[in-house]
């Protein structure tokens, strides 16, 4: 063994680990924004408060705003997508090294970011309408409601947090594709398996 030829193989034990380390981190934060997804779901799908008004009974729910219900729906697709990718990776990292084509790391990488978009799109939408439901609007007449439905707006803030952390997770993950995808096009593609290879 030349000289020369040291550096190469701690280089390669190196990349190993770094890929070991990034397939174990993809995993849980797949299968942590699942769950963030799904706690979303079920705290903003399940809150209602019923109000007398007026001897009138009034019930709030979270088909009342709009930008709850986007968030809702955002949150069921991005926990089955965050799910089946999940699984995907736990299968890549129990056979090991799995060829990795540039069109699956495109593919990949494409609905990552998608569904990053689309969760910071939600929370951002539902985190205006919570403002005004807390604080209302004065100079439009717009009244709060969050001082008459308290126990349904905690538990909006209470979905609003976990989506928050979801989309965060997300925003990881696409970071995290966006490496496995450009990684392909890096001086050494084609050299060996580590270039190649990667579980996700």
Do not use: H
């Amino acid at each position: 063994m030349s000289f020369g030829d040291v550096p190469v193989y701690s280089l390669g034990g190196r990349m190993k680990a770094l890929e070991r380390r990034v397939k174990i981190g993809e995993v849980v934060l797949r299968l942590a924004m699942c769950g963030l997804c799904v706690i979303t779901c079920a705290l903003i799908g399940t809150d209602t408060q019923v109000r007398m008004i007026f001897s009138l009974e009034k019930k709030a729910k979270y088909t009342d705003m709009k930008a709850l219900v986007f968030l809702v729906i955002t949150n069921g697709i991005a926990s089955g997508y965050s799910l089946i990718q999940g699984v995907r990776c736990l299968v890549a990292m129990t056979r090991g090294s799995v060829l990795f084509n540039k069109t699956l790391a495109w593919a990949i990488f494409s609905c990552d970011q998608v569904m990053a978009y689309l969760l910071l799109a939600a929370v951002a939408a539902a985190m205006q309408s919570a403002v005004l439901g807390e604080f209302g609007q004065p100079e439009m007449q717009w009244m709060k409601i969050c001082n008459l439905y308290r126990k349904f707006c905690n538990q909006v803030g209470e979905g609003l947090v976990s989506s928050f952390l979801a989309s965060l997770s997300m925003v990881t993950i696409s970071f995290l594709s966006a490496f496995n995808l450009f990684r392909l096009y890096g001086p050494n593609k084609g050299r060996g398996n580590t270039s190649y290879t990667v579980g996700m």
